[in-house]
């Protein structure tokens, strides 16, 4: 799979965010000084940009804890020992920066100020930093959100942010999973209640998916928990593979 580059679109998005900027000065996200018209900001001055946190490098790519004395030295790191005996039921994940300040703002100003052109800067992050790993998928499947909460927000962040990750890669966006009824979030919820609790996903398009190497994508990834049902009722539906991709990531 060849991964092209966000760029073009950048381009095309830099003309309105310029003269949007230059009409409507952008406060930054962060600390509200005003951020210019260059593009890929993330809605924040030079200044916070500087302060974003990379989503470690040296951890586990299930779970995200540090996986560093696991393996041998040099050994690029995959899964730590509790992660390979009971094995998650997708590939990877994928995540870009560490969901700390000032990223937190980022996310809050995407999901509940409706700023929606941060999706494309945070795909924009994505591709950029896992374009090669991502570009092996057949597909891209966003985490759905519940009617009501879709309803009320006006939108599905991770629906933003799959469009153009999918665009770049040059792949389709497949709506194959739902969620019949609205739940908890998993993030809320005890290791055991995860556990016990009904998956809130259902494929409605498992003859899409069948087969298929699975690119899963939602905002940020807090214990993993929502990335793991859904990853499993995509392979229950006849997925190849799943592998996970979000912008941010909590710290274990």
């Known amino acids: 799979m060849t991964v092209t580059s966000t760029t073009d679109e950048g381009t095309r998005s830099g003309g309105w965010r310029h003269w949007l900027s230059t009409v409507l000065p952008r406060p930054c996200l962060g600390c509200a000084a005003e951020v210019g018209a260059a593009v890929d900001t993330l809605g924040l001055c030079l200044a916070c940009r500087g302060k974003l946190r990379n989503a470690s490098a040296d951890a586990c790519t299930a779970c995200g804890r540090s996986a560093t004395a696991a ?56 591709v950029r930093r896992w374009g090669e790993e991502l570009g ?12 009501s909460r879709r309803l009320k927000r006006g939108f599905n962040q991770a629906e933003r942010i799959a469009a153009p990750v999918a665009r770049a890669l040059d792949l389709p966006v497949v709506a194959a999973l739902h969620r019949p009824h609205r739940t908890r979030p998993q993030a809320r ?48 539906a006849g997925a190849r593979s799943v592998v996970a991709a979000a912008a941010g990531r909590t710290s274990p």
């Open 71 to 126: 393996f041998a030295a040099g050994e690029t790191p995959q899964l730590c020992p509790s992660c390979r005996a009971a094995p998650p039921p997708f590939e990877a994940v994928f995540a870009v920066w560490r969901y700390t300040p000032p990223f937190d703002r980022v996310i809050h100003g995407l999901k509940f100020q409706r700023l929606e052109y941060l999706a494309e800067d945070l795909a924009s992050g994505l």
């Open 136 to 147: 092996s998928c057949d597909l891209v499947v966003p985490v759905p959100l519940h009617w």
């Open 189 to 236: 919820l005890g290791k055991r209640q995860r556990a016990q609790g009904a998956n809130p996903f259902r494929c409605r398009l498992g003859h899409q998916v069948a087969g298929q190497r699975v690119l899963l994508i939602d905002d940020v990834v807090t214990t993993g928990a929502t990335l793991g049902a859904a990853a499993r009722i995509l392979r229950h």
